[in-house]
């Protein structure tokens, strides 16, 4: 199975801020890589897909790059309604895996 | 409005089974690949199980095969994901989730029902 390692696991930022979660491959995925919002108690929302496409409806301040091996979701612009955990999925090869996930604290 | 509704959940004991039920609305159901996906109470998000269009293709983790078994019913709009054998390790949220481009379960998941919860215990 290809592992997805995502850090940070936490980060704490202020209302304006832009941060930065990586996510990297065990193997090559090319681009198959999506991102999603999880909300306390709520399901997952997907974000971006195929790396650095943004899904209908997500607001531009979210964005999706790739280098090498490792994949990066940026959030700029830091909002309230971000507070979430964000997990990275590959779909490259089965099983489809997800990170470990990364809390956003406001 | 485009969602999935999951249902089914409950307490079992260890060994028992239980059904949990999915059903589609807003969007041609027998067009898109489906897929069940779990969250352990605190923990990640665990892809379980996939099924094409047709129902002909399906695919489960190796931490359920032999135990679940995942079906559809396109005249229903309904996804369905039969557990057997129990674990406590199966106690989880159980999410239904559409993929996005169509056919094949290996995509990205757009629509998510709330999900189903399920403990294992006695």
């Known amino acids: 199975d290809i592992q997805m390692t995502q850090s940070p696991s936490s980060l704490s930022a202020s209302v304006g801020d832009r941060v930065s979660i990586t996510c990297q491959a065990s193997?090559?995925?090319?681009?198959?890589l999506n991102w999603y919002q999880q909300r306390p108690g709520k399901a997952p929302d997907l974000l971006i897909y195929?790396?650095?496409n943004l899904q209908t409806g997500v607001p531009s301040r979210f964005s999706g790059s790739v280098s090498r091996t490792y994949f990066t979701l940026s959030i700029s612009n830091l909002q309230p309604e971000d507070a979430a955990t964000y997990y990275c999925?590959?779909?490259?090869?089965?099983?489809?895996?997800f990170g470990g996930g990364t809390k956003v604290e406001i | 409005e485009v969602q999935v509704l999951e249902s089914g959940g409950g307490l079992v004991q260890p060994g028992g089974s239980l059904r949990l039920s999915c059903t589609a609305s807003?969007?041609?159901?027998?067009?898109?690949?489906m897929s069940w996906v779990r969250q352990a109470p605190g923990k990640g998000l665990e892809w379980v199980s996939g099924?094409?269009?047709?129902?002909?293709?399906?695919y489960y983790a190796d931490s359920v095969k032999g135990r679940f078994t995942i079906s559809r019913d396109n005249s229903m709009n309904t996804l369905y994901l039969q557990m057997n054998s129990l674990r406590a390790e199966d106690t989880a949220v159980y999410h239904c989730?559409?993929?996005?481009?169509?056919?094949?379960?290996?995509?990205?998941?757009?629509?998510w029902g709330r999900g189903a919860m399920v403990t294992v215990s006695s």
């Open positions: 989730a559409k993929a996005r481009g169509g056919t094949y379960y290996k995509d990205a998941f757009d629509i």
């Open positions: 807003g969007f041609t159901f027998s067009n898109y690949a």
């Open positions: 099924i094409t269009i047709s129902g002909g293709t399906t």
């Open positions: 193997q090559d995925i090319s681009n198959y």
């Open positions: 195929d790396a650095s």
């Open positions: 999925q590959q779909y490259h090869s089965l099983p489809v895996t």
